[in-house]
């Protein structure tokens, strides 16, 4: 009786193991990654195609400047985790962060916008001059150098999604911004881990209504 | 009766054995020996590169070896195939070219002896383990913003650029002109390469002084270059009125931002960079297999406003 109990237990890890080496699991995720690069697309396409279509859902999901603020000054590292994407290995995180106020001063390279802030007042500067950083591309997270088989192609799409950002939101509001304007804006800003700043933060617009 | 049952199992414990093995998908255990190829020796910053690979690897307990390649494919082809006949259970590779080094890695994964590549990319997916490479495109832009800022927006400049070929010469030169190119007053008169090697940029800028004596400025694909570059106009006498910007973070460039002679470098981060790459294989051989396919080390700008936070090759 013994023996066939280990016979068939012996029997049975046969099988299993036999079973084990004939399965395979992959991640799907990682083919959804592979199928979505496979489209065969240049990196001004895949910038035009960001902006239009996978963009939009995460300028609705803006964070408030004012509650990104609060956190930043009381609790920098949790602003981080909670708020930003980071690209590779280095200091700077990129915010989407939204707002409104009033115009308070129109100057070559920027427009600075009066927002309230509790009982007080906060300086915000939108970014209106050339816009040479990346923060349009990795604020999402979506797009990775990984996805490309050259950095050029990756850095292609950054500059891309600038020239984008400089035509569509920057050109229009530099146009038409005057001091006294109402003004809401959702924009990206870098941010550098060594160097927090203490109360202010610097936004490229990438969606702006004036009243 | 009893010997058979004996012999029954006897081939079940074999049988048992032989996919035990299999189950590791025909891998067989290779001994811990990393061998480290790089592109040159002939360059501190790529022997710096090298020696801290080699460092973490043994750290983490594994024998190396360090393969120069000379800035050659051929050698470099040679290299692999000698670690590939040498049991070595990774390679930490700093390519030579981004197109010509994609057979090499290819090569190295069908013997199934895992890459990373470090600092330079090869153009390819899904070859390498991982690649973790100095963003150097993004690194030229700071570099380039504060070029304009001390050219004041204005003035005729050159470029030496580094092997043609290599993504990083491409990089740091497209980031540079991304930037650059949008103040129609900086006017770049000449661009030639100089191998990314000192003597040459030396050579180089000579002779680009004699076609464009009233030059203010200088871009430099990396410190080699621009030491180089600094030499010749210092024989010249132009040292204080052509301001010259190199890339890497050397040491020697570092010192020569703290005595105001050359304005900027990037610095790249070679330590991180080569410690990673160990620390990758090191967990590719304890049995890990998922590894992001490319990882940007970000670069930053260092000027006499900041250079007291940095040393050679990195962060004090």
Same mark, same amino acid.
């Given at each position: ?211 | ?11 079940? #414990? ?21 061998? *480290? ?30 393969? @120069? ?118 006017? #770049? ?25 009233? *030059? ?6 990396? @410190? ?47 330590? *991180? ?21 490319? *990882? ?21």
């Amino acid at each position: 009786m013994n023996r066939k109990v280990i016979k068939y237990i012996v029997l049975f890890a046969v099988a299993g193991l036999l079973l084990y080496n004939s399965v395979y699991f992959k991640k799907l995720d990682a083919k959804e990654k592979a199928v979505a690069t496979a489209v065969n697309l240049s990196p001004v396409e895949i910038a035009q195609k960001f902006w239009r279509d996978q963009f939009p859902p995460y300028i609705d999901s803006a964070v408030d400047i004012n509650e990104f603020l609060k956190m930043l000054q009381e609790n920098p590292k949790q602003a981080f985790e909670k708020y930003s994407h980071t690209q590779g290995i280095g200091n700077s995180s990129f915010f989407l962060l939204k707002g409104e106020g009033v115009v308070s001063s129109v100057n070559e390279e920027d427009v600075v916008v009066t927002v309230k802030s509790g009982s007080g007042e906060k300086k915000i500067k939108l970014n209106t001059g050339i816009y040479f950083g990346n923060a349009v591309r990795d604020v999402t997270g979506k797009i990775t150098m990984g996805d490309f088989n050259n950095t050029m192609d990756y850095n292609t799409v950054s500059t891309e999604l600038n020239k984008l950002v400089h035509t569509e939101i920057v050109l229009p509001f530099k146009t038409k911004a005057v001091k006294g304007a109402e003004v809401k804006f959702v924009g990206c800003a870098e941010i550098n881990k060594e160097q927090v700043p203490t109360d202010n933060v610097e936004l490229l617009p990438v969606k702006i209504s004036l009243k | 009766m009893k010997k058979m049952k004996r012999f029954s199992s006897l081939l079940l #414990m074999g049988a048992l054995f032989i996919f035990s093995a299999c189950n590791s998908g025909g891998e067989k255990k290779k001994a811990k020996k990393m061998a *480290i190829v790089v592109s040159t020796l002939n360059n501190p910053w790529f022997v710096f590169l090298a020696q801290t690979a080699e460092a973490k690897a043994k750290a983490l307990g594994y024998e190396t070896k360090i393969f @120069d390649s000379q800035n050659n494919t051929a050698t470099e082809t040679n290299n692999f195939e000698n670690i590939l006949v040498a049991d070595y259970c990774a390679i930490l590779f700093n390519p030579t070219d981004a197109d010509g080094s994609v057979a090499n890695v290819k090569k190295a994964k069908e013997a199934g002896v895992p890459v990373f590549c470090i600092d330079r990319e090869i153009n390819a997916k899904g070859v390498a383990t991982s690649q973790i490479l100095s963003d150097g495109y993004s690194g030229s832009v700071e570099i380039a913003k504060y070029f304009v800022e001390v050219m004041n927006k204005k003035g005729t400049y050159v470029e030496l650029l580094g092997i043609t070929g290599d993504n990083n010469t491409r990089a740091r030169s497209s980031g540079f002109h991304s930037v650059v190119d949008n103040y129609p007053d900086l006017k #770049m008169v000449a661009q030639q390469s100089a191998d990314f090697d000192r003597s040459k940029g030396m050579e180089v800028m000579e002779s680009m002084l004699q076609a464009h004596p009233d *030059i203010t400025g200088v871009f430099c694909g990396n @410190d080699a270059m621009a030491m180089g570059a600094y030499q010749a106009l210092a024989g010249a006498g132009k040292e204080k009125t052509v301001k010259v910007f190199g890339f890497d973070g050397a040491d020697d460039a570092i010192q020569s931002i703290k005595e105001n002679k050359l304005m900027a470098t990037g610095m790249q981060f070679p330590k *991180i960079m080569a410690e990673k790459a160990a620390e990758f294989a090191d967990e590719y051989y304890k049995g890990k297999r998922d590894f992001p396919e490319k *990882i940007p080390v970000a670069v930053e700008l260092v000027t006499a406003k900041n250079v007291d936070s940095y040393m050679g090759f990195g962060k004090k």
